[in-house]
């Protein structure tokens, strides 16, 4: 087993979920959520040339509504059941060819539910090739009581590429006064070029730690994080308004690791949408649309 085969392992305690069968059998029709995109460049303007999936994984049509960067196609994934429960299982292949672009988001928070038996995951490999550039931001992610969740992105980089993924973490409905009351939430972030880790970023979080939760958190409910991968990187125009956040330089130079705290929601989507204009300007020198969700 290779050192990434051993690091995307999720904790042990998704081992003795995995024995415990759920009404309907892993992998069968509506547990198993599959979507296998390719993105490729024709003159100006990037393609979704290639889509596969499997419900509920749903992918929107590709929308170019952008008047900065005309050519890059919003992908909108929209998931029909409303929420992930136990036994379902996702998978996502994203594939960017040479020169490519693309922003992929979802058009709801993902919601997983409470469960009594298994657990739900969702795995994601990018793939991402010379002069692509990836602006990869999914709403955030609420984990309801007694849920058990692994997520693990990975992206494989075939050449001189970039990227911004970002997400927001959300340990409960917090608005109804559930708050840490989730079984397990565990996430892994890897960045890997010809078998070789260029970034690992790994979190487990447990009902259990729900008094260090002050301490894990700072005293706040919802946690940002991204990733942004590329040279040109900077910290110097972040901003962290109203909230508790900070950014440190990924290994090798390769970009910036961005996390922040707050108990406002807002405030939180506000810095993520700072965090995406900066990418966009040191990137390609333009600016945003306003999202369209549907």
Not at 51 to 72: H, T
Not at 139 to 155: A, G, L, N, P, Y
Not at 201 to 219: C, M, P, Q, V, W
Not at 238 to 261: E, H, K
């Amino acid at each position: 087993m290779s050192l990434i085969d051993q690091i995307v392992e999720p904790p042990n305690i998704f081992k003795r979920y995995e024995t415990e069968e759920t009404a309907l059998a892993i992998g069968s029709a509506g547990k198993q959520a599959i979507a296998f995109l390719t993105f490729d460049r024709f003159g100006e303007k990037t393609y979704l040339t290639d889509v596969y999936n499997e419900l509920p994984a749903k992918v929107l049509r590709a929308l170019y509504y952008d008047q900065d960067n005309p050519g890059i196609p919003y992908i909108m994934f929209s998931n029909p059941t409303g929420g992930i429960v136990q036994g379902d299982r996702y998978i996502y292949r994203f594939t960017l060819n040479e020169g490519s672009e693309a922003f992929i988001t979802d058009t709801t928070a993902t919601k997983v539910y409470r469960m009594d038996l298994n657990y739900a995951s969702r795995n994601t490999d990018i793939y991402l090739y010379e002069g692509s550039r990836l602006e990869y931001l999914p709403k955030e992610t609420i984990v309801f009581k007694d849920s058990r969740w692994f997520q693990r992105t990975t992206i494989h980089l075939k050449g001189a590429a970039s990227f911004l993924y970002s997400e927001i973490f959300m340990p409960g409905r917090v608005a109804m006064g559930e708050f840490w009351n989730f079984d397990v939430f565990s996430s892994r972030f890897i960045v890997e070029r010809d078998g070789k880790i260029l970034l690992f970023d790994s979190s487990d979080y447990y009902g259990r730690d729900k008094e260090l939760s002050n301490i894990l958190f700072a005293g706040n409910k919802y946690l940002l994080t991204a990733y942004w991968f590329s040279k040109r990187a900077s910290k110097d125009e972040l901003r962290f308004d109203g909230v508790t956040g900070g950014a440190s330089s990924m290994p090798y130079g390769d970009g910036l690791v961005i996390r922040a705290l707050s108990d406002d929601l807002d405030k939180l989507k506000d810095v993520q949408l700072d965090i995406w204009k900066n990418f966009r300007l040191k990137e390609i020198n333009r600016g945003v649309p306003f999202l369209r969700m549907y």
